[in-house]
């Protein structure tokens, strides 16, 4: 069992615009790699996710990137060292002047027992 303490929660930003993300070190962990050791893009993030998984999730962040319609999601992802974690993702979309979505922010929940 993981000590109370140990932080399984991680925040992330996702520039719609740029197909960029940004994120903490903890997501950096989540996803099996050192903290700052790839640029994240949407297509690195879709390409983590198990793949009997990966077309529900594409689907839901595309409905996010659309709408800006707060969501959540849980979901199996394989990390770059081979572990794979159930995590959920929570997350809304930031809508600006112009009515289009151009990001959406969020954090990652690590649910995956030791």
């Known amino acids: 069992m993981r000590d109370r303490d140990e932080s399984r929660v991680g925040r992330f930003a996702c520039d719609l615009v740029r197909g960029t993300w940004k994120w903490d070190d903890e997501v950096f962990r989540i996803h099996g790699l050192e ?3 790839i640029v994240p893009t949407t297509d690195y993030v ?3 996710k198990h793949p009997e998984d990966r077309e529900r999730v594409a689907a839901v962040i595309a409905q996010a990137s659309r709408t800006g319609a707060p969501f959540s999601i849980s979901y199996r992802l394989i990390g770059a060292d081979g572990v794979e974690r159930r ?3 929570v997350c809304e979309g930031a809508v600006y002047e112009d009515e289009r979505v151009t990001s959406i922010d969020g954090y990652y929940v690590d649910l ?3």
């Open 35 to 37: 903290p700052g050791s």
């Open 87 to 89: 995590v959920v993702l």
């Open 46 to 48: 879709l390409n983590c």
């Open 112 to 114: 995956t027992a030791d």
